[in-house]
Each structure stands twice: as structure tokens, then as C-alpha cells.
């Protein structure tokens, strides 16, 4: 079967770094997705990994290891505004995404 | 504002009433998809429209009717609901499914209550 486990909640300091974990289990692999969701607001569109390694987006970045089946979303120099649900997701053997049950970030002052 | 706008955003409905939930996106995406959102629950894939036919249909129950008349229009007919059918609604697009990059743009969601 397909499984995306992420934890369920961290809190960080503002100003801080932050590494959000993924692990999943897929039969094949077509890449891995993270989006990030605000209370009441649509999910948006953060990162996709295809390759192993690190990418990065200004103050998120976002790793992969294939042979380990796991991800990572870094989030540098934390700001209040980051405080929101982080969800990662890989799409299936029909490029469905498959989603965790996101990641919830609490940033304190 | 992403490009995909879904109404009502709040919804209270009675178990024996008929409502249905809009979905309309103006990116020129040829795919539309529902899905589910409860509370520390992953999203669950309800349906998927590509090029307006449906290409899935997650073993909903018939309660839930979905509609795609063209690309850029999606419903959710709503009837004879449970509570525990009490949840978040997003809808979805993406430039057409089928593809490992395909990066879905979300609607803010509609927020259905059953009574």
C-alpha cells in the first residue's frame, strides 16, 4: 500500500529554523509534493522534488532522498506569516497525489 | 485570490435538504478535481474531471453527485447528507492530469455543516 507520514504538529520561534519531515511509501515514484495551507484558506503550491537533493526557493527549501523514501521542507528565518499547516504529497501509480495529514506550525514571537 | 473560486463558503444543511457547491476556475485548466478535508485527516480524493469526463470516482457514495458541464465549471449536488459528511469541500484544477508535475491551484473551499 501507499503511506505519507508527517508529524502531526512543532512549534518554532520566530526568527528560527525549522525541518518539517516526511517519510512515504509508494509502488514507483513520480515525485513528491509539499503545499502549505493557512486556517480557512486554500492549500497553495510550495515544492516538487522529482531528484534526489536539495532545492531551494528563497527561505524554503525542500530535500529528497528516493532510496530512503523521504522528504523534507526547511523553512529559514521563520516569520509569524509561516504559521500555517504544511501538507506533503505523492501522486500514485495514476498520478492521483496521495496526501498526509499535514503538519501543523505553530511560530511563537 | 488563486484563480479558483468555490461558493458557498459556509454551508448548514439538514440531513433531508438538497444543496449543491460551485466551483469555477479562470486558468484555463482542463482538469477539475473534489476533495475532502476533515480535521487531522489527509485529502481525500472524491472526483476528477479531465477535459470534462470523469476519469474518477473514489467510491463515493451517491449522496454526493458531481457535475462538470465544461472545463472551466464544477458542482457537488448534495443530498440526503450524514453529519459525519460535515466537512471542508475543496475543489481543485490542474493543467490536465496525468502527469507527475501536475501542480493542483485549490479553492478556498466551501464549509459544510450537517445537521
Known amino acids: 500500500g501507499q503511506n505519507i507520514d508527517q508529524p502531526t504538529e512543532m512549534t518554532a520561534t520566530e526568527g528560527a529554523i525549522v525541518q518539517i519531515n516526511c517519510t512515504y511509501q509508494?509502488?514507483?515514484?513520480?515525485?513528491l509534493f509539499w503545499y502549505q495551507q493557512h486556517a480557512g484558506e486554500a492549500p497553495t503550491f510550495l515544492s516538487y522534488n522529482v531528484l534526489d537533493g536539495l532545492e531551494e526557493k528563497g527561505r524554503f527549501s525542500s530535500f529528497l532522498s528516493r532510496s530512503k523514501g523521504y522528504s523534507y521542507l526547511l523553512l529559514k528565518e521563520l516569520q509569524m506569516k509561516d504559521s500555517a499547516s504544511y501538507l506533503c504529497a505523492v501522486p500514485d501509480s495514476n498520478y492521483q497525489l496521495i496526501w498526509g495529514a499535514g503538519t501543523k506550525l505553530i511560530i511563537k514571537p | 485570490e488563486t484563480g479558483v473560486t468555490q461558493t458557498p463558503r459556509h454551508l448548514v444543511m439538514g440531513m433531508t435538504n438538497k444543496k449543491s457547491l460551485k466551483c469555477e476556475q479562470h486558468?484555463?485548466?482542463?482538469?477539475m478535481y473534489w476533495y475532502k478535508q476533515s480535521a487531522k485527516k489527509p485529502l481525500e480524493l472524491m472526483f476528477v474531471y479531465n477535459f470534462k469526463e470523469q476519469t474518477e470516482n473514489n467510491s463515493v457514495p451517491s449522496r454526493f453527485s458531481p457535475e462538470c458541464p465544461n472545463s472551466s465549471h464544477l458542482f457537488l449536488h448534495l443530498h440526503t447528507l450524514q453529519p459525519e459528511d460535515s466537512a471542508l469541500y475543496l475543489c481543485a484544477s490542474s493543467q490536465e492530469q496525468g502527469s507527475g508535475a501536475n501542480v493542483l491551484t485549490f479553492g478556498a473551499g466551501s464549509r459544510l455543516t450537517v445537521l
Open positions: 486558468l484555463g485548466h482542463n482538469a
Open positions: 509508494t509502488s514507483g515514484f513520480n515525485g
